[in-house]
């Protein structure tokens, strides 16, 4: 039997070679000190390029080629050249940086310092400090307002948002959540930040005209007890009508209506499902699995897993550059 028609009986979904997504997703390994490349349209590994210790968040620089990798165990931001597929620079970052985001126009990085409890604000061409924000204890998460005017940051164990307005170096407001927040996205109309509680098994989502908790979405799995779902990883559809949350320990990533704030679908994945992404066409969610060593690509038309792809040990993000 052909492997296209045996996927198919397996009732795993397939799609045309043509409505295959294209480009390359860049997935950072905490343990392998690399970055593992797959081929999106064939969706199999096709390079792997060392970078500095224990990568984790990885960001899109504005120029569209390169981006910027976080090592926690070096203290740096590794500047990798998407083209060559090599590093062309390394800054310094902070003590054990892990989450951090970019000013819009690319010259000014947040980095959430997790031991000194401060979000920090460097140059982001040299790694020149030039403020460090102090916010709740471990921060993890950092997001900049599309103006670039806030910057939000979680604290894991506060179970805050601080807001923080990084001109005046302070923060402006604290935002109760849910226990242990981790990640955040913005809807593309800018009315709402939507922030995951990993050990809440919620999404908090917040009004961005007062800072305050509009609604609160509790997730449930049949078979599964609350503490086994732990949401980390949230992503947007790009017209905002679809949120797409990863539930960690329950190995699942949810498929959420924005407007009515109702669950439509949960997907089987790798084990601990982390992060996602989704790719430019917006036909395939890409879930790195942290505890089986893999990627599952997702088609969201069907709500189906299409493949699971191994990469390096102990993966934390993808970067998907289309």
Known sequence: MAYRH???????????????????????SEKDHALTLIDMASMSVSATVPTCKRPRHLRLLPDGKRLMAACGDSSQADIIDLASRKSVARIPMGDDPEAFDLSPDGKTMYVSAEEEGELLVLDAATGKQLKAV????????????PDGKLVYVTSEVASLVHVVDPVAGKVVKNIAVGKRPRRMVITPDGSQLWVTNELGSSVSIISTKD?????TLKFEVKGLRAADITP???ALSKDGSRAFVTLGQANRVAFVDVAS???????????????VSIDKSGQKLWVVNGLSDDITVVDIASAKALKSIPVGRVPYAALLAE
Do not use: F
């Open 6 to 28: 045996l996927l198919a009986w397996a009732g795993i979904a397939v799609l045309p070679l043509s409505a295959a997504a294209q480009g390359t997703a860049w997935v950072s």
């Open 134 to 145: 102090k916010v709740g204890e471990e921060p993890e998460g950092v997001l900049t307002s």
């Open 211 to 215: 800072h305050s908790v509009a609604h």
């Open 232 to 234: 980390v990883g949230i």
């Open 261 to 275: 704030r109702k669950v439509t679908d949960t997907v089987l994945v790798g084990k601990r499902a982390w992060n």
